[in-house]
Structure formats: structure tokens, C-alpha cells
């Protein structure tokens, strides 16, 4: 899968939070925030649709940090 083309409309592991959240991760680390919020919205309406849910605390948070883009989502400080 290319970066140019994130995924299908549908995505494998609609309600895996973990894997949606390395996902947006790599998204965002490789420039492409907009399509990494994006995954957060999907997913959130996802579970809101079929099961009623939010998001757990964890991706919300990490939606957060990109949003705010948060410094801590850098490689460089990963890395160090």
C-alpha cells in the first residue's frame, strides 16, 4: 500500500483501536496529519455506529497530540 493511497474506504480492523492508532501514527509521522485525523474520525463514527462507543481514552488523547501537534510524536524524540 502506497502512502499516496492511505487504505480502503473500509478498513480491515475497523475496531482495532491499536492498530488504528499505529496507523495514524504512521500517517501523521510521515507527514500526512490530515489523513491521520482522518482514521480518528472513521473510527470514531464507526463506534458510535455499530456499537454505541467512543473512543478509548488512549486514541483520544493521541488524536489530541496531533491536533496539537505535540512534539512527542516526532521520530527525533522517539528516537533519542
Known sequence: MSSANYGPRRPR?????E???QYM???????????????F???RATLAAELGLGP????RSLHEAMVHAHHELSLEVIGA
Not at 13 to 17: A, G, K, L, S
Not at 25 to 39: C, I, M, N, P, T
Not at 56 to 59: D, G, N, Q, V
Open 13 to 17: 480492523h475497523p475496531f482495532n483501536e
Open 19 to 21: 492498530f488504528q492508532a
Open 25 to 39: 501514527l504512521a500517517l501523521y509521522r510521515s507527514g500526512q496529519q490530515v489523513k491521520a485525523l482522518d482514521v
Open 41 to 43: 474520525h472513521r473510527l
Open 56 to 59: 478509548s481514552r488512549t486514541i
